[in-house]
């Protein structure tokens, strides 16, 4: 089972912008679909976007299209999230989420392994 370890979180004036990187270890990760979830405090973990194993498609959920971009490199067993025109409602622990398949879901319950999440913070 691949482990991830999330950075690049942190505090940010609204229209900024944040990298999230997502590293893995362990075996598997080229094959993997990923995904990147968000909860806010209070919030369900939602949805936030994703990417197939071979980086063909991505996903994103319609509050962030235009603005967030994922992206992975396999060859560094990493995947990332290009925040920017962030917004006070961006705020949230950011975690990011491996598939044991190749084609990515919007369902939290579907990805198998969970990073421990990085905080983002977007001020007004």
């Known amino acids: 089972q691949v482990q991830l370890v999330e950075s690049g979180g942190g505090l940010v004036q609204a229209g900024g912008s944040l990298r999230l990187s997502c590293a893995a270890s362990?075996?598997?990760?080229?094959?993997?679909?990923m995904g990147w979830f968000r909860q806010a405090p209070g919030k369900e973990r939602d949805f936030v976007a994703a990417?197939?194993?071979?980086?063909?498609?991505?996903y994103y959920t319609d509050s962030v299209k235009g603005r967030f971009t994922i992206s992975r490199d396999n060859a560094k067993n990493t995947v990332y999230l290009q925040m920017n025109s962030l917004k006070p409602e961006d705020t949230a622990v950011y975690y990011c989420?491996?598939?044991?398949?190749?084609?990515?879901?919007?369902?939290?319950?579907?990805?198998?392994?969970w990073g421990q999440g990085t905080q983002v913070t977007v001020s007004s």
């Open positions: 989420a491996a598939r044991r398949l190749p084609i990515p879901t919007m369902i939290a319950a579907d990805y198998m392994s």
């Open positions: 362990g075996r598997g990760f080229s094959t993997y679909a």
């Open positions: 990417i197939t194993a071979s980086s063909v498609l991505t």
